[in-house]
């Protein structure tokens, strides 16, 4: 019996190294790492910037659901960069507040990845996020832009848009009710010029594909050859609209 006894304080041991594993792994889960941590402090923020951008460019604005997230190739004729590594998004629309996206789910492409963006806040799938969107196309058809340049982003949780104290915390604060966002700013948005600033993006895009060096030696050129189709591109550009 004495003999027996190191084996089961062993076996004992281990049975509880192991149950604590599993405390751990629960913890630092994906789903157990979304926590919301709200500053008591509300945020400073009249989205006076936002809605600039909105109307100057005549930009879809929209709270999205995030249920995928990858990186992949791609090649988007805006950026005037070698780099095809993008993050790309796939989005259920829960709110059109410019009331033009005419698909209830949305590609989203984003230059870049977190290795090339270290400082730009990670996008998490499953959160409710407000992004103001461009719209461009490819072979696929229309999808939409997300500023690479923007290193945080507005998210809605429980109804409230919220913003992040700095990339590098989890602290939110809660900026406006959704609800009293879309009241203040729907009509605003929805101008009677937009129409027009959409030609002039149509514009924009067809001559970025029509002129756009697809034989630059920085770019792959088998990549190029696999999967870039100028004129379906600028077909589809046609249909953005």
């Known amino acids: 019996m004495k003999r027996r006894l190191p084996v089961i304080l062993t076996v004992t041991l281990i049975l509880i190294l192991l149950v604590a594993a599993g405390v751990v792994y629960d913890v630092l889960t994906p789903a157990a ?14 989205f006076e910037n936002l ?4 109307k100057r460019d005549a930009a879809d604005l ?16 805006k950026y005037d960069t070698p780099t095809l590594v993008y993050t790309e998004i796939t989005a259920s629309v829960t ?48 999808f939409y832009l997300l500023s690479p340049l923007e290193k945080q982003y507005y998210r809605v949780h429980e109804g409230n848009i919220m913003v992040r104290d700095s990339v590098d915390t989890a602290n939110y604060r809660v900026a406006l009710p959704l609800e009293e966002f879309s009241r203040k700013f729907t009509a605003n948005l929805r101008s009677a010029d937009r129409a027009e600033k959409h030609k002039t993006h149509l514009t924009t895009v067809r001559t970025a ?11 792959d050129a088998a990549f190029v050859k696999s999967n870039v189709d100028k004129a379906k591109r600028l077909q589809n550009a046609e249909k953005m609209f």
Do not use: C, H, M, Q
Not at 38 to 46: M, N
Not at 62 to 77: F, G, N, P, S
């Open 33 to 46: 790492t979304d926590v919301v941590r709200i500053s008591t402090k509300k945020a400073d923020d009249g």
């Open 51 to 54: 809605i600039t951008l909105v």
């Open 62 to 77: 929209a709270t999205v659901e995030v249920t995928d997230v990858k990186t992949v190739r791609a090649l988007v004729e």
């Open 95 to 142: 709110l059109d507040i410019t009331g033009e996206i005419p698909d209830r789910e949305i590609r989203v492409l984003l230059l870049g990845d977190s290795e090339a963006f270290p400082n730009r806040e990670k996008i998490v799938k499953g959160r409710v996020y407000l992004w103001r969107l461009e719209r461009w196309a490819d072979e696929r058809g229309t």
């Open 209 to 219: 594909i029509g002129g756009y060096d697809y034989t630059d030696a920085e770019i």
